[in-house]
T-cell receptor, first 111, second 115 residues
């Protein structure tokens, strides 16, 4: 059974810092990996999707990498802003169509 | 067009009651998913529809939970004899065809509280 772990569970940084969120998964047989953002009381917003054949994806200040063989992904956020404060969730899709999620990293960017 | 919508946004019920949660996917999306998110956890898969049929219901926790999608669009998640442990946010997502490369788009969720 696929298990997804996210470290750290919570992170607080001053505005302007670059930061890295980590995600690991136990079964490397995945189709893709997706990073989501969740604001309090809201649904999930997809940030980046990396197909299994890809190594990384970039969108603005966000860069996500994937090392399928080692079961790891990182989400890099450059020049963090208070508006980046949210919970970030990592999810993998295996042979079944559903996503398996980690428990998330709660990020607070202090002004 | 519009994104995934879910109603109600909040539902408070008493233990033992029956509830229905509705999901309206993005127009044209054939795949629909239900997830449940407990406080401080990531969403957990419940059931996946491809068109009108449940292609995978392996995540439903027990037979009190049931979901339908009779016309291949709107879906309803039904919970009988609710228990306090059913309290969670129920999220719905849809994707274009359910292909492995498809992105899933999530609705805002229904927060269910069982007293």
């Amino acid at each position: 059974k696929q298990e997804v772990t996210q470290i750290p569970a919570a992170l607080s940084v001053p505005e302007g810092e670059n930061l890295v969120l980590n995600c690991s998964f136990t079964d490397s047989a995945i189709y893709n990996l997706q990073w989501f953002r969740q604001d309090p009381g809201k649904g999930l917003t997809s940030l980046l999707l990396i197909q299994s054949s890809q190594r990384e994806q970039t969108s603005g200040r966000l860069n996500a990498s994937l090392d399928k063989s080692s079961g790891r992904s990182t989400l890099y956020i450059a020049a963090s802003q208070p508006g980046d404060s949210a919970t970030y969730l990592c999810a993998v899709k295996g042979s079944a169509r559903q996503l398996t999620f980690g428990s998330g990293t709660q990020l607070t960017v202090l002004p | 067009g519009a994104g995934v919508s879910q109603t109600p946004s909040n539902k408070v019920t008493e233990k033992g009651k029956y509830v229905e949660l509705r999901c309206d996917p993005i127009s044209g999306h054939t795949a629909l998913y239900w997830y449940r998110q407990s406080l401080g956890q990531g969403p957990e898969f419940l059931i996946y529809f491809q068109g009108t049929g449940a292609a995978d219901d392996s995540g439903l926790p027990n037979d009190r939970f049931f979901a339908v999608r009779p016309e291949g669009s709107v879906s309803t998640l039904k919970i009988q004899r609710t228990e306090r442990g059913d309290s969670a946010v129920y999220l719905c997502a849809s994707s274009l065809q359910g292909a492995s490369s498809d992105t899933q788009y999530f609705g805002p969720g229904t927060r269910l509280t069982v007293l």
